[in-house]
C-alpha cells in the first residue's frame, strides 16, 4: 500500500461542479452522472486530478 499524504488536496487541481449543469448523454437537457463519466478523459486533459460534486438537487414532486 502507498504512503497517504495526509495534505494531498493542498497539491491537487480539484474541480467543482454541478451535475445537472454540466454534461447531458441523453439529450433531455440536464446533466447526469453518465455525462459526467464520458467527460472524465476531458477534464484529466485539463489536468484537474480530483473532482468534486455539489449536492444532489432534483425538482420537488408534485
Known sequence: MLPIDPQWYQKTIIYELHVRSFADSDGDGIGDFKGLIGKLDYL?????EAICTTARTWPASS
Do not use: Q, V
Open 44 to 48: 484529466e486533459r485539463l489536468g484537474i
